[in-house]
């Protein structure tokens, strides 16, 4: 006998196109399980639910005046707090510097490491120049006008200006030169001046003298060793050549000598043969001195 075919749905009712919420009852008699299709409904119906609660809270809100005033008082209280942290950050500044203002900052550098200011300026400005630029300038003539426009800069302002940066090496020299010989007294001091043109035979000697020299002094000749270094590696120029322009720029004649040499030289010239030693002694310490890291 052939099977029955399967129930039809009443008439005008729709054919069922997916899987019931509910599977049919367990033939064990336990609770029924969802079906997939029907877990997923749900939680769309959940999350349906919770959007429209959002949107709806988000309406109330948006047309509560109250809502607006607690936002606009809570800007407001973060600007104020931000506002009074700066102030007071300025104002501690600004207390501290009351306390201790530049003039004093300097003077204490000074007193700790006392250094003639032009010759920082100059060597800092040199040792930033590219190193094509230095051909000729230890032993070409400059610019008289630029050299003495930017020497006459340097010392109105005290050494506590920047050089221009297209300063050619060769004007910075020659300022640096005329205000070297422009002291009263020279870097390596009257006092050593027969130690230093006795270095010829033994220049390695020179730093024996260091430590006799007055604090400032010092200090300027290790920013001048410093610079020279610097521009030796660059190869911007040799040992030689700087020392042999800084030999009559850092030490000239005691007045003494000079008048008894020649009345009419004011003591700012080092005779060639004096200037040998004192050259030799400046080479042996630039080729030898440690650039700090």
């Known amino acids: 006998m052939a099977d029955a075919p399967p129930p039809q749905p009443p ?18 008699g336990q609770q029924p399980k969802k079906s997939p299709i029907g877990f997923l409904r749900s939680a769309s119906a959940k999350i349906g639910a919770k959007v ?37 950050s300025i104002q501690n500044i600004r207390s501290k510097l009351q306390k201790e203002n ?19 300026i100059c060597c800092t400005a040199l040792v930033s120049r590219d190193p094509a630029t230095f051909q000729g300038a230890l032993t070409a003539q400059p610019d008289e ?5 930017l020497l006459a800069h340097l010392l109105d302002s005290s050494g506590t200006v920047l050089i221009p940066g297209t300063t050619a090496p060769i004007v910075i020299f020659a300022a640096l030169k005329g205000y070297l010989q422009g002291l009263q007294d020279p870097v390596l001091t009257f006092d050593l001046y027969p130690l230093w043109i ?7 000697q020179a730093v024996d003298l260091l430590p006799r ?17 610097r521009l030796i590696a660059s190869e911007a120029c040799t040992a030689a050549e700087l020392a042999e322009f ?15 040499a020649d009345k009419e030289v004011a003591g700012r010239v080092l005779p060639e043969s004096h200037a040998r030693g004192v050259s030799e002694g400046l080479k042996f310490m630039l080729e030898n001195f440690q650039i700090p890291v």
């Open 246 to 260: 800084l030999a009559p720029v850092l030490l000239w004649q005691p007045p003494t000598l000079a008048a008894e």
């Open 11 to 28: 008439a005008g009712e729709p054919v069922p196109l997916s899987e019931p919420d509910v599977a049919p009852p367990a033939a064990d």
């Open 52 to 88: 429209a609660e959002g949107v709806q809270k988000a309406k109330t809100n948006i047309s509560d005046e109250t809502f607006w005033q607690t936002k606009k008082e809570w800007v407001g209280s973060t600007y104020n707090k931000a506002r009074t942290g700066i102030s007071t």
């Open 145 to 149: 006008e630029q050299a003495s426009y």
């Open 213 to 229: 020299l007055p604090k400032t002094s010092l200090h300027t000749l290790e920013v001048l060793l410093d610079m020279g270094a």
């Open 198 to 204: 006795g270095l010829a035979a033994a220049p390695h």
């Open 102 to 120: 530049t003039t004093t900052l300097a003077e204490r550098e000074h007193k700790t490491r006392p250094v003639l200011r032009v010759v920082l």
